[in-house]
């Protein structure tokens, strides 16, 4: 595999078929800081809440699905986040398998208030980039 040189400007066909993450920027959510990437052969997002040796939240979503999956996955993620960030976030088994499914979410409306307070004010900073980049890179028309 080729090297990718710092600062080196990628055609959408070499982004796409390297694999490669691409940043959209970085952005305020609530109290943490995320960086958010594409990753344009991805179906899925993630995040990775408790970065080791960072303070930055990072969140990978995916666009292999198009443009409106990866704006509903930008979104997931970023809840996730939040309700995590509020102690809403339960792990309702000790079975340490791999996978999200065992984790359930529990507000009042208090708190669920501040989740979307806080959500929204990160997707109206982060969507116009986001949407700009979608666009470019999205394999689906």
């Keep these: 595999m080729r090297k990718i040189r710092k600062g080196q400007v990628l055609s959408k066909k070499q982004v796409i078929s390297s694999g490669l993450k691409v940043r959209v920027g970085k952005y305020q959510l609530g109290w943490r800081w995320v960086e958010v990437f594409l990753s344009p052969k991805s179906e899925n997002g993630s995040g990775q809440f408790c970065p080791t040796g960072s303070d930055v939240t ?7 699905d198009g443009p409106q999956v990866a704006v509903a996955i930008l979104l997931h993620e970023a809840m996730e986040a939040v309700l995590w960030d509020l102690d809403c976030s339960y792990r309702l088994s000790s079975n340490w398998a791999v996978g999200s499914g065992l984790y359930s979410f529990h507000m009042t ?4 208030s501040e989740a979307t307070d806080r959500v929204g004010f990160f997707l109206a900073k982060c969507l116009p980039e986001f949407q700009k980049l979608v666009k470019h890179l999205s394999p689906k028309k």
Excluded: D
């Design 109 to 112: 409306h208090a708190q669920y």
């Design 58 to 64: 990072e969140l990978v979503i995916g666009l292999s």
